[in-house]
């Protein structure tokens, strides 16, 4: 079993999704995935409320 990189990976799951993701890697990597996206989605948030702040 050979490991494959974040961009394969980013790349399976735009073209099929969670699901494949998971049928192609495994429940570890999607978690991983997941997690990633949310905690930069959070990231994002943090960063426009702390320019809003600071506008303010």
Sequence with gaps: ????????????????????????????????LFAFFLIKGLVWLAVFYGLFKAVE
Excluded: D, F, N, S
């Design 1 to 32: 079993m050979t490991r494959k990189g974040w961009k394969y990976y980013k790349h399976v799951r735009k073209q099929h999704g969670w699901k494949g993701l998971v049928k192609e890697a495994g429940w570890p990597v999607a978690i991983g």
